[in-house]
């Protein structure tokens, strides 16, 4: 089993910027896949963006392009979101999420994916 909790999540200004954090704890690897969605109530789940373990292919929702990054440091089995010029639409629920050698036309699915944090929730206000 693997763990994940996601932190740094909270109130930002439009055109602000946040930094979300996944840490990965248990039966960790570098080798897993790790990806972020968001859900805002009543409202389906809606990928982010998504990072191979070896950092080396990364994918990101066309909303987020050009404003959001993400990033892991496999030493401290941690996954990042940096997220810039933030605009009210980003207003959701965060979560991460984590796999074990995803195909990477996958990556994108949260259907893929068998772990998933409890989320951080991330406000924009215009």
């Known amino acids: 089993q693997v763990q994940l909790v996601e932190s740094g999540g909270g109130l930002v200004q439009a055109g602000g910027s946040l930094r979300l954090s996944c840490a990965a704890s248990?039966?960790?690897?570098?080798?897993?896949?790790m990806g972020w969605f968001r859900q805002v109530p009543g409202k389906e789940r809606e990928f982010v963006a998504a990072?191979?373990?070896?950092?080396?292919?990364?994918y990101y929702a066309d909303s987020v392009k050009g404003r959001f990054t993400i990033s892991r440091d496999n030493a401290r089995n941690t996954g990042y979101l940096q997220m810039n010029s933030l605009k009210p639409e980003d207003t959701a629920l965060y979560y991460c999420?984590?796999?074990?050698?995803?195909?990477?036309?996958?990556?994108?699915?949260?259907?893929?994916?068998?772990?998933w944090g409890q989320g951080t929730q991330v406000t924009v206000s215009s």
């Open positions: 999420a984590a796999d074990e050698r995803l195909i990477l036309s996958t990556m994108r699915l949260g259907s893929a994916y068998d772990y």
């Open positions: 990072i191979r373990w070896s950092g080396g292919h990364t």
């Open positions: 248990g039966r960790t690897s570098s080798r897993f896949d």
